[in-house]
């Protein structure tokens, strides 16, 4: 049996690997392989910071908030491990800034040691009134991507660095199952008007002593449109742009200058920090994640696509439960071709 | 002025009762009769404004100090606030990065001295905190190595006392919860909090920038005696920490050894602290502090290769990704221990003549915590030796 995922970003590859480590055992036949245009570290994934951290409301997307519940869970465990390190995952904790009083978000009792911030944190951030503290988790993509590729390598799954034009090409080549990773280029393969950029931009600074996350909101101007920082292993990542259908992925210089300002005034510590890297991305924005099974029949022959995109800016944060449901619904396949006996005739 | 002149006024102090100090309010007298024996008022309760009238009359005081660590520098600075008109010279036989202060971590976390009132010791790491705070959150934070840092304190058995002095004066302080505690499998009880983190070389440099760009002169001379100054300085402060043992002969001071390993971990951004304080992880801006050890009357300034290996395990069993630290350094620091902060005034005599001293040492595992709090008692002491020294100087004019 052969599954093509079609995308390597931390979607890509996290779904690659759950699966396989989920059902090789159980279908001596499997072949994996991955196939993408942009490996690590031009992935969208790659230019997130990698904080942990949905967005303040699901929307009614309780789905969402499980698999990032099981997304924490899941990396929790590995934080006592060996590989911890190497997949650029650690604690870390911070502040979330408000400028008026804001319901509980759906993951405060996810993270740790949720609560509101007292009078004497406020004064650290003149402009804010309420806001949150709590410890969450950072997965860095610059080290996930490279430990999952090494992972998926070790298990034999082959890699090809192609440019996927349709489902239908993958099919012909004898492809029984496509994993549908494609994030904000999904549009591509099979249209869909939910799936739009969210354009972010951020400046990556040398700014060791930021030991703290801080993400400011503003709910007029929605999320990610208020400056954050966030203090990696290596850089700490400066941000706080949001653009909604702007496909452009070069610099640009007014938001360059919305950034550093708004970080500076935010943490005025920052004034000393040395620019060492600008970046911009498209986050694959979607009213909600599409995870499910779609059945494309063309004449005799029946080819299964599990498509698993449009996390938005919570790719990282949501990984690994999307990952399990993906390789769920894999499971259900395989289940079908059982009782449907032989694989079915392809052209 | 000539010491013969102060010495007919020794033991006088601030408002020596005599009709010639108009200046002086009547209740100081009650004041000045209380020898201080590690502690005194608060500064703010000293009439500075009255020490300042004092000060202005007599041509620039020269304050010797003795010691450059936290201490030492910190001192210094606090003096020239109080007493801008006055020369300050530093003296030590070392200087950043050799100083004790450079091997610690620099938290505030207090240590609770026995011989100290708890009233005093919260005021000190009161100021303390909040004189680093305000930098912590300015653009020179960085340069002065001042940054926040939150993290947990762990403990096997619940203390008995669950909410220490200190706990209202750092940020966000409460019992961690069920789920945090399951990170430290072994312990049942911890408290998390935010609190500041001075990194030393860097706090330590950005104080001397300070001090050098006031015109503050800086020698490095081991002051074998403090009588070495008196003919040159009015007024000597000794900030000579656990030099103070030789120094002026402390038998009360002991050395309390602790070794420590400074690693690159860069991505442990929370601190982590046993609660008995012999096992901890410090983040600072380029390296962790990992610790430690507390040898009670230990001299050894050698790195032990068997400490090492026992402080890494430690500390890797509350961290387990410590295991992939690099780049360990050891380092090893002598405590300056005693049972209260020695912060008196003290006036030396030898053959007639007369030498005012301020001490300022004795701050054992506490000296970050509350270094600007005793500083700037310490420099309130030393306005007022200069104040008996000027009405001293001014009753022989008359």
Redesign the interface.
Known sequence: MRVAIIGAGVIGLSTALCIHEQYHSLVPSLEMEVYADRYTPHTTSDGAAGLWQPYLSDHGNLQETLWSKETFDHLLRH????A???M?L????GYNLFTQPVPDPSWKNIV??F?N??A??LE?FPGYSYGW?N?AL?LECRSYLPWLTNRLTQRGVKFFHKKVESFQEMFAQGVDVVINCTGVRAGELQPDPELQPGRGQVIKVL??????FIITHDIKSGIYNSPYVI?G??FTVLGGIYQHGNWNEENSTQDHKTIWENCCRLL??L???KIVEEWSGLRPARPFVRLERETLRHGHFQAEVIHNYGHGGFGITIHWGCAMAAARLFGSILQEKKVAGPPQPRL | MSPGRAARRLGSGLGAGSGGSARVPPGNARRRATLRRGWGPPPHQVDTSLLWLCILEMAAPKVAVVGAGVIGLSTAMCILETCPSCSVTVFSDQFSPNTTSDVAAGMLIPHTYPGTPIHVQKQWFKETFTYLFAISQSAEASEAGIHLVSGWQVFKNTPKEELPFWSDVVLGFRPMSKAELQKFPQHQFGQAFTTLKCDCPPYLLWLEKRLKATGVQMYTRKVADLWELHSEYNVVVNCAGIGAHQLVGDKELFPVRGQVLKVHAPWVKNFIRNGDGLTYIYPGIHRVTLGGTREVESWSLSPDPGTTKDIFDRCCSLEPSLRRAQDIKVKVGLRPSRWCVRLEREVLSQGGVKLPVVHNYGHGAGGFSVHRGTAKEAACLVGECIAALQVSSSKAKL
Do not use: C, D, N, Y
Request: zero cysteines; glycine letters at 8%; a positive charge.
């Open positions: 934080l006592g491990s060996p911890a390190k190497e650029g650690f604690l870390i904790s740790l040691g609560r911030l007292t004497k944190e650290l503290f410890t950072m700014a060791p002593w930021v030991k703290h203090p292993s290596e005025p510590t004034q000393k920090a």
